[in-house]
């Protein structure tokens, strides 16, 4: 190697070894190693010398572009693991220490209420149950005493899963009645709270909605029991301290009698009232006496074993409870609307908050 291309590799091995940001480090590659570079315009002279200088001056300055080519990566690789690292120290948590900010999130009033209901019936003694969205028709119509050519299945606007007749999304919360009464012994006491889905949308329908559904099973169990059950159900639920029912007979496959239950309301207090203050009446819930066709196909004896079940609206109630007046808008995601009508994570349902016994 001549002096000279030993001088200028000194002198850039030097310029790299003093550059210590990134910019910097590309300056000394573009002049070393870029089309005007010094390094590159030496290599272009190699093309005017005579074979015998070639064959000196070729591998000096091959040599040359070889170190500089070396150290310049070795210089970014160094100044890359120092950027990471002080980003890593910049940006270090301590996720030991206690949060200094409340959740900036919400709880939706589907799932407060949801919350609130969990917390009266078990105080009632009810576990919560779930089963599949996506849910099998013998669960969700025929064990339930709807079968295939009954008129309620054309009421349902079920959806049905492509190429697979059999399989649906679930119409309603009742075929976690059946799903319960094959998995457990009874006495039973569950609620199920969820989502179903039917083909339906307009201001007051959306093709998903909640339901929560109910069910007793034992020995002995009278329509009593469920008007008791409902009835401090109401008053926990919407914390009022007095309310009227009106049963009225209907008609649902899987109960025996049917009712329908209307719950009184004062539009001065705009809650549910006792008869006194009564002035308007509400439908809230279906609901009766499970059909020994129901227990039957769930293979308990209907002679030994009796029950009621109901089933309401989750979004409804929510509804009525907290004044919300457009379903569309719970599942519009719309962050402004959450903020306002949304709970506290901390707001936790109880007994004495929110859902009164
Ligand atoms: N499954 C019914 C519906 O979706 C609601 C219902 C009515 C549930 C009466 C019940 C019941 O458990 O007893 O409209």
Same mark, same amino acid.
């Given at each position: 190697?001549?002096?000279?291309?030993?001088?200028?590799?000194?002198? +850039?091995?030097?310029?790299?070894?003093?550059?210590?940001?990134?910019?910097?480090?590309?300056?000394?590659?573009?002049?070393?190693?870029?089309?005007?570079?010094?390094?590159?315009?030496?290599?272009?002279?190699?093309?005017?010398?005579?074979?015998?200088?070639?064959?000196?001056?070729?591998?000096?300055?091959? !040599?040359?572009?070889?170190?500089?080519?070396?150290?310049?990566?070795?210089?970014?690789?160094?100044?890359?693991?120092?950027?990471?690292?002080?980003?890593?120290?910049? %940006?270090?948590?301590?996720?030991?220490?206690?949060?200094?900010?409340?959740?900036?999130?919400?709880?939706?009033?589907?799932?407060?209420?949801?919350? %609130?209901?969990?917390?009266? /019936?078990?105080?009632?003694?009810?576990?919560?149950?779930?089963?599949?969205? +996506?849910?099998?028709?013998? &669960?969700? *119509?025929?064990?339930?005493?709807?079968?295939?050519? &009954?008129?309620?299945?054309?009421?349902?606007?079920?959806?049905?899963?492509?190429?697979?007749? &059999?399989?649906?999304?679930?119409?309603?919360?009742?075929?976690?009645? +059946?799903?319960?009464?094959?998995?457990?012994?009874?006495? @039973?006491?569950? @609620?199920?709270?969820?989502?179903?889905?039917?083909?339906?949308?307009?201001?007051?329908?959306?093709?998903?909605?909640?339901? @929560?559904?109910?069910?007793? +099973?034992?020995? !002995?169990?009278?329509?009593? &029991?469920?008007?008791?059950?409902?009835?401090?159900?109401?008053?926990?639920?919407?914390?009022?301290?007095?309310?009227?029912?009106?049963?009225?007979?209907?008609?649902?496959?899987?109960? %025996?009698?049917?009712?329908?239950?209307?719950?009184?309301?004062?539009?001065?207090?705009?809650?549910?009232? !006792?008869?006194?203050?009564?002035?308007?009446?509400?439908?809230?819930?279906?609901?009766?006496?499970?059909?020994?066709?129901?227990?039957?196909?769930?293979?308990?004896?209907?002679?030994?074993?009796?029950?009621?079940?109901?089933?309401?609206?989750?979004?409804?109630?929510?509804?009525?409870?907290?004044?919300?007046?457009?379903?569309?808008? /719970?599942?519009?995601?719309?962050?402004?609307?959450?903020?306002?009508?949304? *709970?506290?994570?901390?707001?936790?349902?109880?007994?004495?908050? !929110?859902?009164?016994?």
């Amino acid at each position: 190697m001549s002096t000279d291309t030993a001088a200028l590799q000194a002198e +850039i091995l030097g310029q790299i070894a003093a550059a210590d940001a990134p910019d910097a480090l590309e300056a000394v590659r573009v002049a070393a190693m870029g089309k005007q570079g010094q390094v590159t315009q030496l290599l272009k002279t190699l093309g005017g010398m005579s074979p015998e200088e070639r064959s000196v001056a070729g591998p000096a300055f091959n !040599g040359l572009r070889e170190a500089v080519a070396a150290a310049l990566a070795a210089k970014k690789a160094a100044l890359d693991e120092a950027a990471l690292n002080a980003k890593l120290a910049a %940006e270090r948590q301590d996720m030991t220490l206690p949060v200094s900010l409340p959740p900036a999130g919400s709880v939706h009033p589907v799932s407060q209420v949801m919350d %609130e209901l969990a917390e009266i /019936f078990a105080d009632l003694g009810f576990a919560v149950a779930t089963g599949p969205e +996506i849910e099998d028709d013998w &669960h969700n *119509f025929t064990a339930l005493n709807i079968p295939e050519s &009954h008129p309620a299945r054309a009421m349902h606007d079920t959806f049905y899963i492509d190429g697979q007749p &059999h399989l649906v999304l679930r119409t309603h919360t009742s075929p976690v009645q +059946i799903r319960t009464m094959m998995a457990q012994q009874p006495p @039973i006491r569950i @609620i199920a709270p969820g989502r179903v889905y039917r083909s339906d949308s307009d201001a007051t329908h959306t093709p998903m909605f909640h339901q @929560i559904e109910g069910l007793v +099973i034992d020995k !002995g169990i009278t329509l009593a &029991h469920l008007r008791w059950t409902l009835e401090t159900f109401i008053k926990a639920f919407f914390e009022v301290d007095d309310v009227a029912l009106r049963f009225r007979p209907s008609y649902f496959p899987f109960t %025996e009698p049917s009712v329908e239950v209307d719950v009184g309301y004062s539009s001065k207090t705009g809650k549910p009232a !006792g008869a006194a203050d009564v002035d308007k009446w509400l439908e809230v819930l279906g609901s009766g006496m499970v059909h020994p066709r129901v227990i039957a196909a769930c293979g308990l004896d209907p002679n030994e074993w009796q029950g009621f079940a109901f089933g309401t609206g989750v979004d409804r109630l929510a509804m009525l409870k907290y004044g919300l007046t457009d379903l569309r808008a /719970f599942f519009d995601g719309d962050i402004g609307w959450l903020r306002h009508h949304g *709970f506290s994570a901390f707001d936790l349902p109880s007994i004495s908050a !929110g859902a009164a016994l």
